[in-house]
């Protein structure tokens, strides 16, 4: 299994699969799946060369433990045994935590394999180290910013523009990239934001109104998203760190604090505080030590 090459699937594909089985409540038989999900005359006219639209979805989904697929039959996994057919933002985060799992991303910094998601992080990780304020980016600036940004023996993680456009699915699907705000003529761009993944974590893990130590939930926040800037991931492949807080992360902390999330704050009495990129501050940085999660209830 692999995600962002050929023959994976999409996320949107994924969950017409996943949405499908949580509505039945049960395994089904998998050529019933197929003929309700994938009907003949949605699929290709040439015998010789089947629709691979729904087997592309089930390999992907199994690769990644989140449905089981045994003697003709599919059903959900574990992650997902009970979700609500209409819980999209259920399926993401178990569909992130599946991609971003340690065990189906071992060697990431030392070797070129592809096997899991393994392509797919090493370019999240990567992404996410860029300026979410510089212009969106397609795969002609990405070609470009790429080299030599991992070691010989990893090589780079986004060569060609069918891994581009997989990555264009995949990334926003999981809150760790955005689209641009207004969508260029030409192909998808793309802007470094992980905004909602970390608010979905953030809220996830601390909704309960009280303060916290800034720089602990950062490391709790980098457990949950390793491809994050200061991430195991990030680490792993060399990607570069510094005592000022990436600007991909500083945004996304910046953003929910002007949308009351979450309060930043930076108290007299507080431990060392966590310095954040802010490019509209005269030296570039913003100094905040405490954080309190407001909660779903005010978003």
């Known amino acids: 299994m692999v995600l962002i090459n050929e023959p994976a699937s999409f996320p949107a594909n994924m969950w017409a699969v996943v949405r ?6 049960r395994p089904v038989p998998e050529e019933t799946a197929r003929a309700l999900l994938c009907p003949e005359p949605l699929r290709a006219r040439d015998a010789a060369r089947p629709d691979p639209t729904f087997d592309n979805a089930v390999a992907s989904l199994a690769g990644l433990g989140l449905v089981e697929h045994d003697d003709g039959l599919l059903g959900l996994g574990p992650a997902l045994s009970g979700v609500d057919p209409d819980d999209l933002d259920g399926f993401r985060r178990e569909l992130r935590r599946a991609v971003l799992d340690p065990d189906s991303n071992t060697g990431l910094g030392t070797s070129d394999s592809q096997v899991g998601p393994r392509d797919l992080v090493r370019a999240l990780a990567w992404f996410l180290a860029l300026d979410p304020l510089d212009p969106a ?4 600036e990405i070609a470009q910013r790429q080299r030599d940004a991992f070691a010989d023996d990893v090589g780079r993680a986004l060569v060609n523009d069918v891994r581009w456009n997989r990555f264009t699915y995949w990334a926003p699907a999981l809150g760790l990239a955005a689209t641009e705000l ?5 192909r998808t761009k793309l802007v470094p934001d992980c905004t909602e993944a970390v608010r979905e974590c953030l809220l996830s893990r601390y909704a309960d109104r009280r303060s916290r130590d800034l720089g602990e939930v950062l490391e709790a926040l980098r457990q949950d998203l390793p491809v994050l800037p200061g991430g195991r991931y990030s680490r792993e492949l060399g990607l570069q760190a510094t005592d000022v807080l990436a600007p991909s992360l500083s945004f996304a902390l910046l953003r929910g604090d002007d949308a009351a999330w979450w309060r930043l704050e930076n108290p007299a009495d507080a431990p060392r505080p966590v310095l954040l990129t802010d490019p509209g501050r ?4 913003r100094r905040f ?3 309190t999660v407001w909660g779903p209830q005010d978003d």
């Open 137 to 140: 980016m397609g795969m002609d």
């Open 182 to 186: 207004v969508p260029s003529a030409q």
């Open 20 to 25: 499908y089985l949580a509505d039945a409540g």
């Open 289 to 291: 030590s405490m954080i």
């Open 282 to 285: 005269a030296d570039g940085v």
